[in-house]
Nanobody
Framework: QVQLVESGGGLVQAGGSLRLSCAAS????????MGWFRQAPGKEREFVAV????????SYADSVKGRFTISRDNAKNTVYLQMNSLKPEDTAVYYC????????????????WGQGTQVTVSS
């Protein structure tokens, strides 16, 4: 199994920045890609960004392109989400997920999830 722990959430004003971290432990050798998703109150969980462990291939939701950057540190088994120019509509609980297969934006394809970290952007 893989255990994922997110951190770095908090309260920030619109236009500000936050960096989220997702630390993986356990059977990390089985991980092929890791993604960030978010869930706002009353809404379904949605894709934000994804990265492959090996080649660092990335993909982003249109709503965050140019503002968010996903990266990874293989030595630390950690994935980051740098969030700049935050907007109130970015407010959500952010989750990281891992899977042993190729890059995908579908949350149903992910094998393991963290507990989430709250991001609140005030206007």
């Amino acid at each position: 199994q893989v255990q994922l722990v997110e951190s770095g959430g908090g309260l920030v004003q619109a236009g500000g920045s936050l960096r989220l971290s997702c630390a993986a432990s356990g059977r990390t050798s089985s991980m092929y890609s890791m993604g960030w998703f978010r869930q706002a109150p009353g809404k379904e969980r949605e894709f934000v960004a994804v990265i492959t462990w090996g080649g660092g291939v990335t993909s982003y939701a249109d709503s965050v392109k140019g503002r968010f950057t996903i990266s990874r540190d293989n030595a630390k088994n950690t994935v980051y989400l740098q969030m700049n120019s935050l907007k109130p509509e970015d407010t959500a609980v952010y989750y990281c997920g891992s899977r042993s297969g190729p890059l995908t934006t579908s949350l149903r394809e992910y094998d393991y999830w963290g507990q989430g970290t709250q991001v609140t952007v005030s206007s």
